[in-house]
């Protein structure tokens, strides 16, 4: 069974730092892209950072130049690095795992997206 876990959440004042991280356990063949997403109270959930499997980085327009987000594929971890927090990165971050490669107990590779339950930062002002 394939797991996601985020950590790292927390309640932060403006120009502050957190570091997430997301645990991804199961039955892994192939950890390709990984996403962190985020929803704010009353807003739609949105992308915010992706890496590929070659390690290619991309970021919504709003965290450009403060979040970086870095994967350590061995270990099956992925974070995200906040620096220069704002009240508008206020809400629930979530780790996605796309296209996620994975040996089921039949034996046979599969194929599926997945989500984390998600950790909360609360950026103050």
């Known amino acids: 069974q394939v797991q996601l876990v985020e950590s790292g959440g927390g309640l932060v004042q403006t120009g502050e730092s957190l570091t997430l991280s997301c645990a991804v356990s199961g039955n892994i063949i192939v950890m390709n892209t990984m996403e962190w997403h985020r929803q704010a109270p009353g807003e739609q959930r949105e992308w915010v950072a992706r890496?590929?499997?070659?390690?290619?980085?991309d970021y919504i327009d709003s965290v450009k130049g403060r979040f970086i987000i870095s994967r350590d594929t061995d270990k099956k971890m992925v974070y995200l690095q906040m620096n220069s927090l704002k009240p508008e990165d206020t809400g629930v971050y979530y780790c996605r795992a796309q296209n996620l490669i994975t040996r089921t107990n039949s034996g046979r590779a599969d194929v599926d997206n997945y989500w984390g339950q998600g950790t909360q930062v609360t950026v103050s002002s």
């Open positions: 890496m590929d499997s070659g390690g290619k980085p």
